[in-house]
Antibody, heavy 121, light 108 residues
Framework: EVQLVESGGGLVQPGGSLRLSCATS????????MSWVRQAPGKGLEWVSA????????YYADSVKGRFTISRDNSKNTLYMQMNSLRAEDTAVYYC??????????????WGQGTMVTVSS | EIVLTQSPGTLSLSPGDRATLSCRASQSVGSSYLAWYQQKPGQAPRLLIYGASSRATGIPDRVSGSGSGTDFTLTISRLETEDFAVYYC?????????FGGGTKVEIK
């Protein structure tokens, strides 16, 4: 069974940092691009970042560019998101999602359960 | 960036009714790179349709997608209680990834 399990969320002050992890299983992790998608409380979905299967290519939404860094460890089948200079508007549930193909543009066929990030003083 | 506009915002229907949801793009979505997701409260989204009209694994054939260019439609032919949820469209053309604002399908 394919599984994505996020961790690392929590309460952080504005300007602070947090590192999210997404542990995966049930598929050949290195063969697929991966992504982070977030959802602010009561709001819709927002794509945040994506990374190719090899980790050599990364992409970011303008809202997080320069503050967030996506990475992966294919030996550990794990995806990461380093979030710096956090703002109140970054408060959201962060989902790890797998692309349906190897490309970094596509639909997301598998999602994790999400981890909540709250930025507040 | 391609902006996706979903309508209506809320659809009030009864079990057994037909649901028709619209997703309109601000510019053409290349090669029908359009997906639909269902999300229930407290749960992650679930992929229903990709490539505008291909059903994802395990999705029943009463759920269908159609459209091309800038106008796309998700149709649920006969609503079952499990179908009452929020639905999002997503485009993944060459201009990046964006989601629509969602349509809530509620029980009338």
């Amino acid at each position: 069974e394919v599984q994505l399990v996020e961790s690392g969320g929590g309460l952080v002050q504005p300007g602070g940092s947090l590192r999210l992890s997404c542990a995966t299983s049930g598929f050949t992790f290195s063969s697929y691009a991966m992504s982070w998608v977030r959802q602010a409380p009561g709001k819709g979905l927002e794509w945040v970042s994506a990374i190719s299967g090899s980790g050599g290519s990364t992409y970011y939404a303008d809202s997080v560019k320069g503050r967030f860094t996506i990475s992966r460890d294919n030996s550990k089948n794990t995806l990461y998101m380093q979030m710096n200079s956090l703002r109140a508007e970054d408060t959201a549930v962060y989902y790890c999602a797998k692309f349906e193909t190897a490309a970094t543009l596509g639909a997301f066929d598998i999602w994790g359960q999400g981890t909540m990030v709250t930025v507040s003083s | 960036e391609i902006v996706l506009t979903q309508s209506p915002g809320t659809l009030s229907l009864s079990p057994g009714d037909r649901a028709t949801l619209s997703c309109r793009a601000s510019q053409s979505v290349g090669s029908s790179y359009l997906a639909w997701y269902q999300q229930k409260p407290g749960q992650a989204p679930r992929l229903l349709i990709y490539g505008a009209s291909s059903r994802a694994t395990g999705i029943p054939d009463r759920v269908s997608g159609s459209g091309s260019g800038t106008d796309f439609t998700l149709t649920i032919s006969r609503l079952e209680t499990e179908d009452f949820a929020v639905y999002y469209c997503q485009q993944y053309g060459t201009s990046g990834l964006t989601f629509g604002g969602g349509t809530k399908v509620e029980i009338k």
